[in-house]
T-cell receptor, first 112, second 111 residues
Framework: EAQVTQNPRYLITVTGKKLTVTCSQN?????MSWYRQDPGLGLRQIYY???????DKGDVPEGYKVSRKEKRNFPLILESPSPNQTSLYFC???????????FGPGTRLTVL | QKEVEQDPGPLSVPEGAIVSLNCTYS??????FMWYRQYSRKGPELLMY????GNKEDGRFTAQVDKSSKYISLFIRDSQPSDSATYLC???????????FGKGTHLIIQP
């Protein structure tokens, strides 16, 4: 089944404790992206990657890092999480046209 | 300029009604327009995709784009309780930018 998977789905952590949210897709898509979704603010892009070893900042990159060492994986790294990063995070992937994005199931992160 | 405006609702209509959902935008460079549906606790899923101006129909759904007015619409005919969800519009230019999303409209179809 073609899909985007994210792990973990739910995470509660404390301020300053480094964490990684994994994202993997099995559709051989070049383009991958991370979004956060907050009430009243909608979906906002954090980082995106147009291909392996190519990443770029989205609208809200502060406090996040990403890497794209393999085509199928695009992990999101929070080096020192803070409470304002409490949010619902979505990973997405798409073929070269970048318009028809397929979303993962989401990761609900709470930073205390 | 990347702002997209979308009424958050909630919009509540009786089953069988025609639903109209709308977005306005300010960036004239946007050429690709999408509607996503998001059920509670799920990721968005693509419903409709249109390029430039015009209409596109898929079953009970019709997407309409008016680039001169910077206005897009999604119509749902014969609405069903299973259509209850949040509907997000999204758009992009043909540059390397990602998608810009509206904040979503929460739709409730009353049985």
């Amino acid at each position: 089944e073609a899909q985007v998977t994210q792990n973990p789905r739910y995470l509660i952590t404390v301020t300053g404790k480094k964490l990684t949210v994994t994202c993997s897709q099995n559709m051989n898509h070049e383009y991958m992206s991370w979004y956060r979704q907050d009430p009243g603010l909608g979906l906002r892009q954090i980082y995106y990657s147009m291909n392996v070893e190519v990443t770029d900042k989205g609208d809200v990159p502060e406090g996040y890092k990403v890497s794209r060492k393999e085509k199928r994986n695009f992990p999101l790294i929070l080096e020192s999480p803070s409470p304002n990063q409490t949010s619902l995070y979505f990973c997405a992937s798409s073929p070269p046209a970048r318009d028809e994005q397929f979303f993962g199931p989401g990761t609900r992160l709470t930073v205390l | 300029q990347k702002e997209v405006e979308q009424d958050p609702g909630p919009l509540s209509v009786p089953e069988g009604a025609i639903v109209s959902l709308n977005c306005t935008y300010s960036n004239s460079a946007f050429q690709y327009f999408m509607w996503y549906r998001q059920y509670s606790r799920k990721g968005p899923e693509l419903l409709m995709y249109t390029y430039s101006s015009g209409n596109k129909e898929d079953g009970r759904f019709t997407a309409q784009v008016d680039k001169s007015s910077k206005y897009i619409s999604l119509f749902i005919r014969d609405s069903q309780p299973s259509d209850s969800a949040t509907y997000l519009c999204a758009m992009t230019s043909d540059s390397a930018d990602g998608l810009t999303f509206g904040k979503g409209t929460h739709l409730i179809i009353q049985p």
